[in-house]
Every structure is written in structure tokens, then in C-alpha cells.
């Protein structure tokens, strides 16, 4: 039996129009599962859609405000109701922003603590109701390495991805009892379309790969084996975790 196996399971992945959050839909959708594309930009929702169909998989889209809780509800009960269950849920979207920490605003930790925080909770919870009455579910949560470690220019990203590593372990010891699995990924840089900006200035790509041991940038594809691993039977007793995907940064 293929531990990895998820036929007919549904998928949430939130962001999941583009970047990382494109990759994992896919990955999710070529082992059996039916997928929920959450994004803003409704374009790109149909295009990621158009792909998972193309692999024989039923995909829809949602463009909801996850910062509108009420939204977020009626799309999570919305969700329930099409596909009968919710098996696994990948809390993807977030945002950042360059700032060093005496020029931050509080529109811009607002913004930041929002979506990566937030609304990673209250989708959780939203979720997490229609997981107990299933008796089973799976919540992947997307952190960071720099959730584990400091780094300059970037302190709400870091404070917000460090909030959600320990609210893993919290609802991991919340919702063990209703059969629901709680685990996080935290990739370091992985060189996406909506980084590639940033990551094509010589000084930050050369700063960025010094501190990595492996001496290069990660790549979406490469986020793909720990969340199939988090989302399958494969890791039916790990709960609470988080797995870094860093290339070796934490080794350090």
C-alpha cells in the first residue's frame, strides 16, 4: 500500500496561485487529491485550477479576503459542503516586507502579522471544526528558517513566522485528541517568481547563499517531499512538528 496515497482527499492550499503555493497544489493534486485553490488573484486561481484538472484531479477556487474572518467561514463551510470532507489544509499564504525595525510602521506589522498570523489561525480553527467531526485531518502550516533564527531588515516576517512555529505545537496539543495532525514546513530561501526580484541583486544572492551550506537557493520542488510526507499515512504519529527544508541553515 502506497503510504503517500491521497485519493480522493480534498486539499486547501491557501496562496496557492502562484510561487510555493502553486508548487504544493500541484504536488498534492499528481498523489490523488482533490484541490482548493484560496488566492486573490482570480486569474491565476483559474490557471493553477486548469492545471490540476489537466492531471484528472476536480479543483475549484476561491478568491476570499482570508483577512475578512466571516469570509473565511463561509468559504471553509462552502468547501465542506462540495467535496463532503476537508482532509488536509496547507496554510501558504503570507507576505513580507524590507524594513530595518526603526522604520517599520504599524500599517506594515499590521499587515504582516494579519495574514501570516491571524488568519493562519482562524483558517485553522475554521477547519479544524469540520476536521473533528471527521475524527481525522491534516494541517500544514508554512513557517520559516528565519521563524528559528533573526535576521536584518525583516523583523515582523521573522516575529510572525516564529509565532506560527509554537502556535503548531499549541493546536498540535489542542486537537491530537479529535485525530487531527498539526505540523509546519520551514523552507529557507527557495527562489520563486515573487522573489526573483530580490534574489537577482548580486549583493542579496551572494549574502543568502554564504549563510547556506549547501552553497545554493532551494527550489519549490523541493518543499514538495516534506509536505506530501505531513499531508499522507506516511506520518500518521508526528504531530507538533516543524521541518526545515534549509539546505543545512540551522545546522549551523
Request: glycine share 8%; hydrophobic share 40%.
Amino acid at each position: 500500500m502506497d503510504q503517500f496515497d491521497l485519493s480522493n482527499k480534498t486539499a486547501i492550499v491557501t496562496g496557492g496561485n502562484r510561487g510555493l503555493g502553486r508548487t504544493i497544489a500541484l504536488a498534492l493534486a499528481e498523489r490523488g487529491a482533490n484541490v482548493v485553490v484560496i488566492g486573490r488573484d482570480e486569474a491565476r486561481n483559474k490557471q493553477v485550477v486548469a492545471e490540476i484538472e489537466q492531471l484528472n484531479r476536480k479543483a475549484i477556487s476561491f478568491s476570499t479576503d482570508l483577512n475578512s474572518i466571516d469570509s473565511l467561514n463561509e468559504m471553509v463551510e462552502n468547501i465542506a459542503s462540495t467535496f463532503g470532507t476537508i482532509d488536509i489544509l496547507v496554510n501558504n499564504a503570507g507576505t513580507s516586507q524590507t524594513n530595518f525595525a526603526l522604520g517599520v510602521t504599524e500599517a506594515e506589522w499590521d499587515k504582516i502579522m494579519n495574514l501570516n498570523v491571524k488568519s493562519l489561525f482562524f483558517c485553522s480553527q475554521a477547519v479544524a471544526k469540520i476536521m473533528k467531526n471527521q475524527g481525522k485531518g491534516k494541517i500544514i502550516n508554512v513557517s520559516s528558517v528565519v521563524g528559528a533564527v533573526g535576521d536584518v531588515g525583516i523583523s515582523p516576517y521573522t516575529a510572525s513566522k516564529a509565532a506560527v512555529i509554537n502556535l503548531t505545537r499549541s493546536l498540535a496539543l489542542e486537537w491530537a485528541r479529535y485525530g487531527i495532525q498539526v505540523n509546519a514546513i520551514g523552507p529557507a530561501y527557495i527562489e520563486t517568481e515573487m522573489n526573483h526580484e530580490e534574489l537577482s541583486n548580486p549583493k542579496v544572492r551572494e549574502k543568502i547563499i554564504g549563510k547556506t551550506p549547501m552553497k545554493r537557493l532551494g527550489n519549490p520542488e523541493e518543499i514538495e517531499g516534506a509536505v506530501l510526507l505531513l499531508a499522507s499515512d506516511a506520518s500518521s504519529f508526528i504531530t507538533g512538528q516543524t521541518i526545515f527544508v534549509d539546505g543545512g541553515w540551522l545546522a549551523q
